[in-house]
Protein backbone atom coordinates (compact mmCIF):
# COMPACT_ATOMS: atom_id res chain seq x y z
CA UNK A 1 0.00 0.00 0.00
CA UNK A 2 1.69 3.31 -1.21
CA UNK A 3 2.32 5.88 1.77
CA UNK A 4 0.47 8.37 0.92
CA UNK A 5 -2.69 6.39 0.31
CA UNK A 6 -2.71 5.38 3.94
CA UNK A 7 -4.64 7.80 5.84
CA UNK A 8 -6.41 6.02 8.31
CA UNK A 9 -4.61 6.56 11.52
CA UNK A 10 -7.26 9.47 12.47
CA UNK A 11 -9.96 7.02 12.42
CA UNK A 12 -8.13 4.25 14.75
CA UNK A 13 -7.86 4.88 18.06
CA UNK A 14 -5.42 2.27 20.19
CA UNK A 15 -6.23 4.76 23.95
CA UNK A 16 -8.86 3.89 26.53
CA UNK A 17 -11.69 6.56 27.16
CA UNK A 18 -12.99 7.40 30.22
CA UNK A 19 -16.90 6.49 28.65
CA UNK A 20 -17.75 4.29 25.93
CA UNK A 21 -21.63 4.99 23.98
CA UNK A 22 -23.38 2.51 23.47
CA UNK A 23 -25.99 3.85 21.08
CA UNK A 24 -25.48 4.74 17.62
CA UNK A 25 -21.74 2.46 18.20
CA UNK A 26 -21.20 -1.07 16.63
CA UNK A 27 -19.31 -3.57 18.79
CA UNK A 28 -17.21 -6.36 17.60
CA UNK A 29 -15.64 -9.69 19.22
CA UNK A 30 -13.99 -13.42 18.13
CA UNK A 31 -14.36 -16.29 20.17
CA UNK A 32 -12.77 -19.51 19.96
CA UNK A 33 -12.86 -23.03 21.89
CA UNK A 34 -12.75 -26.81 21.11
CA UNK A 35 -16.01 -26.52 19.14
CA UNK A 36 -14.60 -23.83 16.75
CA UNK A 37 -14.24 -20.49 15.87
CA UNK A 38 -16.78 -18.03 15.64
CA UNK A 39 -16.96 -13.57 14.58
CA UNK A 40 -19.59 -11.48 15.82
CA UNK A 41 -20.78 -7.97 15.79
CA UNK A 42 -24.09 -6.00 17.46
CA UNK A 43 -25.25 -2.30 16.72
CA UNK A 44 -27.09 0.02 18.65
CA UNK A 45 -29.50 2.58 18.26
CA UNK A 46 -30.06 6.02 19.87
CA UNK A 47 -32.00 4.43 22.74
CA UNK A 48 -29.02 1.43 23.29
CA UNK A 49 -31.42 -0.85 21.98
CA UNK A 50 -29.80 -3.98 19.49
CA UNK A 51 -30.30 -2.43 15.88
CA UNK A 52 -28.66 -5.42 14.33
CA UNK A 53 -26.70 -8.30 14.66
CA UNK A 54 -23.87 -10.54 12.85
CA UNK A 55 -22.54 -14.11 13.40
CA UNK A 56 -19.91 -15.75 11.75
CA UNK A 57 -19.00 -19.53 11.77
CA UNK A 58 -15.16 -19.91 10.63
CA UNK A 59 -13.37 -23.06 10.38
CA UNK A 60 -12.25 -24.89 13.89
CA UNK A 61 -8.19 -24.13 11.85
CA UNK A 62 -8.54 -20.27 12.26
CA UNK A 63 -7.58 -18.59 14.70
CA UNK A 64 -9.34 -16.36 17.33
CA UNK A 65 -7.00 -13.14 16.06
CA UNK A 66 -8.66 -13.76 12.47
CA UNK A 67 -12.16 -14.04 14.41
CA UNK A 68 -11.40 -10.44 15.51
CA UNK A 69 -10.80 -8.98 12.55
CA UNK A 70 -13.52 -10.55 10.04
CA UNK A 71 -16.09 -9.22 13.15
CA UNK A 72 -14.67 -5.51 12.44
CA UNK A 73 -14.54 -6.16 8.87
CA UNK A 74 -18.37 -6.90 8.67
CA UNK A 75 -19.25 -4.43 10.89
CA UNK A 76 -17.69 -2.00 8.57
CA UNK A 77 -19.51 -3.46 5.50
CA UNK A 78 -22.60 -3.55 7.43
CA UNK A 79 -21.75 0.47 7.74
CA UNK A 80 -21.04 1.05 3.96
CA UNK A 81 -24.04 2.88 2.95
CA UNK A 82 -23.92 4.88 6.24
CA UNK A 83 -23.60 9.04 5.79
CA UNK A 84 -22.73 9.70 9.31
CA UNK A 85 -20.35 9.06 11.59
CA UNK A 86 -20.10 5.03 12.78
CA UNK A 87 -18.04 3.99 15.46
CA UNK A 88 -16.54 0.30 15.75
CA UNK A 89 -15.59 -0.75 19.55
CA UNK A 90 -13.05 -4.01 19.32
CA UNK A 91 -11.16 -4.78 22.49
CA UNK A 92 -8.79 -6.57 20.32
CA UNK A 93 -5.66 -4.42 20.51
CA UNK A 94 -3.27 -6.21 18.68
CA UNK A 95 -5.98 -6.07 16.01
CA UNK A 96 -5.99 -2.45 15.84
CA UNK A 97 -2.47 -2.16 15.96
CA UNK A 98 -2.16 -4.45 12.80
CA UNK A 99 -4.35 -2.35 11.20
CA UNK A 100 -2.74 0.60 12.19
CA UNK A 101 0.45 -0.71 10.36
CA UNK A 102 1.33 -0.17 6.73
CA UNK A 103 3.16 -2.73 5.92
CA UNK A 104 1.38 -5.51 7.57
CA UNK A 105 0.99 -8.78 5.04
CA UNK A 106 -2.56 -9.58 6.90
CA UNK A 107 -5.30 -10.49 4.08
CA UNK A 108 -7.91 -9.36 6.58
CA UNK A 109 -5.71 -6.31 7.53
CA UNK A 110 -5.18 -5.30 3.41
CA UNK A 111 -9.02 -5.47 3.29
CA UNK A 112 -9.86 -3.28 5.94
CA UNK A 113 -7.56 -0.54 5.35
CA UNK A 114 -8.96 -0.37 2.14
CA UNK A 115 -12.39 -0.10 3.10
CA UNK A 116 -11.27 2.18 5.76
CA UNK A 117 -9.67 4.57 2.82
CA UNK A 118 -12.96 4.91 0.79
CA UNK A 119 -15.24 5.22 4.03
CA UNK A 120 -13.56 8.29 6.09
CA UNK A 121 -16.71 8.31 7.87
CA UNK A 122 -16.09 5.34 9.61
CA UNK A 123 -13.93 4.98 13.31
CA UNK A 124 -12.65 2.60 15.32
CA UNK A 125 -11.74 1.96 18.69
CA UNK A 126 -10.14 0.36 21.70
CA UNK A 127 -12.17 -0.83 24.70
CA UNK A 128 -11.31 -2.86 28.14
CA UNK A 129 -12.62 -6.00 28.13
CA UNK A 130 -14.98 -7.33 30.34
CA UNK A 131 -15.77 -4.35 31.97
CA UNK A 132 -19.25 -4.87 31.95
CA UNK A 133 -19.88 -2.77 29.05
CA UNK A 134 -23.17 -3.40 27.69
CA UNK A 135 -22.38 -3.07 23.91
CA UNK A 136 -19.04 -5.10 24.92
CA UNK A 137 -20.57 -7.74 26.73
CA UNK A 138 -23.58 -8.42 24.33
CA UNK A 139 -20.62 -8.61 21.21
CA UNK A 140 -18.87 -11.19 23.39
CA UNK A 141 -21.81 -13.81 24.08
CA UNK A 142 -23.01 -13.43 20.23
CA UNK A 143 -18.67 -14.24 19.46
CA UNK A 144 -19.44 -17.68 21.23
CA UNK A 145 -23.06 -18.59 19.89
CA UNK A 146 -21.62 -18.11 16.24
CA UNK A 147 -19.38 -20.98 16.83
CA UNK A 148 -22.27 -23.25 16.60
CA UNK A 149 -25.02 -21.05 15.28
CA UNK A 150 -23.32 -18.71 13.19
CA UNK A 151 -23.44 -18.41 9.34
CA UNK A 152 -20.59 -20.47 7.64
CA UNK A 153 -17.39 -18.17 6.81
CA UNK A 154 -14.25 -19.51 4.43
CA UNK A 155 -11.42 -17.78 5.04
CA UNK A 156 -7.48 -18.70 4.78
CA UNK A 157 -6.47 -20.76 7.17
CA UNK A 158 -3.75 -18.99 8.97
CA UNK A 159 0.13 -20.08 8.58
CA UNK A 160 0.49 -21.34 11.79
CA UNK A 161 -2.50 -23.99 10.73
CA UNK A 162 -0.32 -24.82 7.75
CA UNK A 163 2.84 -25.04 10.15
CA UNK A 164 1.37 -27.90 12.12
CA UNK A 165 0.10 -29.78 9.00
CA UNK A 166 3.74 -30.30 8.14
CA UNK A 167 5.16 -30.71 11.13
CA UNK A 168 2.57 -33.45 11.95
CA UNK A 169 3.28 -35.23 8.40
CA UNK A 170 7.26 -35.01 8.92
CA UNK A 171 7.07 -36.45 12.26
CA UNK A 172 5.36 -39.32 10.55
CA UNK A 173 7.54 -39.72 8.18
CA UNK A 174 10.68 -39.59 10.41
CA UNK A 175 9.01 -42.28 12.67
CA UNK A 176 8.87 -44.38 10.00
CA UNK A 177 12.04 -43.95 9.03
CA UNK A 178 13.54 -44.10 12.53
CA UNK A 179 11.42 -47.54 13.24
CA UNK A 180 13.25 -49.15 9.91
CA UNK A 181 16.51 -47.84 10.65
CA UNK A 182 20.06 -49.86 11.29
CA UNK A 183 21.80 -47.58 13.04
CA UNK A 184 21.01 -45.99 16.64
CA UNK A 185 18.93 -48.49 17.64
CA UNK A 186 19.81 -48.01 21.31
CA UNK A 187 18.49 -44.86 21.16
CA UNK A 188 15.53 -46.15 19.52
CA UNK A 189 14.58 -48.46 22.29
CA UNK A 190 15.07 -45.11 24.68
CA UNK A 191 12.94 -42.75 22.75
CA UNK A 192 10.84 -45.09 20.14
CA UNK A 193 8.92 -41.30 18.67
CA UNK A 194 10.76 -38.81 17.16
CA UNK A 195 10.39 -35.29 18.66
CA UNK A 196 11.17 -31.92 17.69
CA UNK A 197 11.98 -31.09 21.53
CA UNK A 198 15.51 -30.46 22.33
CA UNK A 199 17.52 -32.80 24.77
CA UNK A 200 20.03 -31.15 26.84
CA UNK A 201 22.10 -34.19 27.25
CA UNK A 202 24.92 -33.66 29.54
CA UNK A 203 28.18 -35.41 28.84
CA UNK A 204 27.57 -38.93 30.46
CA UNK A 205 23.99 -39.16 28.44
CA UNK A 206 25.25 -38.27 25.49
CA UNK A 207 28.09 -41.34 26.15
CA UNK A 208 25.33 -43.88 26.36
CA UNK A 209 23.17 -42.76 24.11
CA UNK A 210 25.60 -42.63 21.66
CA UNK A 211 27.30 -45.78 23.12
CA UNK A 212 30.97 -44.20 22.66
CA UNK A 213 32.28 -44.34 26.45
CA UNK A 214 33.61 -46.93 29.25
CA UNK A 215 31.97 -50.12 27.85
CA UNK A 216 33.23 -53.66 26.98
CA UNK A 217 30.94 -53.40 23.85
CA UNK A 218 32.57 -49.96 22.65
CA UNK A 219 36.05 -51.18 23.42
CA UNK A 220 36.22 -54.20 21.71
CA UNK A 221 34.96 -52.83 18.60
CA UNK A 222 37.74 -50.42 18.61
CA UNK A 223 40.28 -53.09 19.84
CA UNK A 224 40.74 -51.90 23.12
CA UNK A 225 39.85 -54.63 24.46
CA UNK A 226 40.01 -58.34 23.59
CA UNK A 227 36.10 -59.23 24.46
CA UNK A 228 33.25 -57.31 24.56
CA UNK A 229 31.42 -59.55 27.61
CA UNK A 230 30.70 -57.98 30.70
CA UNK A 231 32.27 -59.70 33.81
CA UNK A 232 28.67 -61.03 34.29
CA UNK A 233 28.99 -62.83 30.98
CA UNK A 234 26.53 -60.62 28.79
CA UNK A 235 27.50 -58.13 26.14
CA UNK A 236 28.71 -54.71 27.64
CA UNK A 237 26.26 -52.52 25.99
CA UNK A 238 25.21 -49.34 27.47
CA UNK A 239 21.97 -50.40 28.07
CA UNK A 240 23.65 -53.64 30.20
CA UNK A 241 25.15 -51.44 32.42
Request: glycine content about 6%.
Amino acid sequence: MHPAKFLIDKQITTQPLKEYPTANSTYTDGSKNDDGTGSAFCCFDEENRILSTWMGKLSKENNVFQAELQAILQAIKHHENASNRVNIWSYSLSSLQAIQNPTSPHPIVRKIQLQLQERNNINIGWIKAHTGHLGNESADVLAKRAITEGSNLEILKPISHLKYILNKELLQEWKKEWDKGTVGRLVHEIIPIPSFKLHNWSRYEIMFFSEHGPFTSYLKRFNLRNSDLCSCGEIGTPLHF
